[in-house]
């Protein structure tokens, strides 16, 4: 069975330090891969989504970026985090829909 | 912009009342997904609706899609605690990488 692991769980850091959040995903092959952002008990911003390994779509421009080392690795970046990048950071595997997704981050920017 | 709109955006109910939760759109989806979340964890599909007028059932819950395949609704039945959560409808349009979610309606059911 498939499954998605997302990390870490909760992540407090200051304005102006960078950032890594790391996504994978077991049994299943070339899946599309998403980022997506979720303001406090609301719906879902899609930031970054990918077809194949180094292929990366970004949707809205922001302080982030995302990169695809491997087939079932999608990670989320910052070189210097902002207050408005706090929220809720969600990874998500898919063929076509639905998506599954991970448990989430919740980011912290003091 | 905001494709789906959801309403309401919080329904706080008694245990044993019925609600509906309503999905709409000025754009057609080729199908329409609910996703369930609890604090902390991500979405979980409940239910995938393809066809226009399509009507599915979940135990308690129902889902249709509209006819013209521009909005949907959640109608739960009896609701349960357990109900309690955030629902989330997500529209597909086009390929793969066009699914839009919804606002979000935050429900709450009181034992």
């Known amino acids: 069975s498939q499954t998605i692991h997302q990390w870490p769980a909760t992540l407090v850091q200051p304005v102006g330090s960078p950032l890594s959040l790391e996504c994978t995903v077991e049994g299943t092959s070339n899946p599309n891969l998403y980022w997506y952002r979720q303001a406090a008990g609301r719906g879902l911003q899609l930031l970054f989504y990918s077809v194949g390994i180094g292929q990366i779509s970004s949707e809205v421009p922001q302080n982030l970026s995302a990169s695809r080392p491997q087939d079932r690795q999608f990670i989320l970046s910052s070189k210097k985090l902002l207050l408005s990048d706090s929220g809720f950071y969600l990874c998500a595997w898919g063929h076509n829909s639905p998506l599954h997704f991970g448990n989430g981050t919740r980011l912290t920017v003091t | 912009t905001q494709l789906l709109e959801q309403s309401p955006q919080f329904l706080s109910i008694q245990e044993g009342e019925n609600l509906t939760v309503y999905c709409n759109s000025s754009s057609v989806f080729s199908s329409l997904q609910w996703y369930r979340q609890e604090p902390g964890e991500g979405p979980v599909l409940l239910v995938t609706?393809?066809?226009?007028?399509e009507v599915k059932k979940l135990k308690r819950l129902t889902f249709q899609f509209g006819d013209a395949r521009k909005d949907s609704s959640l109608h739960i039945t009896a609701a349960q605690p357990g109900d309690t959560g955030l629902y989330l409808c997500?529209?597909?349009?086009?390929?793969?990488?066009?699914?839009?979610f919804g606002t979000g309606t935050r429900l709450t059911v009181i034992p």
């Open positions: 609706v393809v066809t226009g007028g």
């Open positions: 997500a529209g597909v349009k086009g390929g793969a990488n066009n699914l839009f």
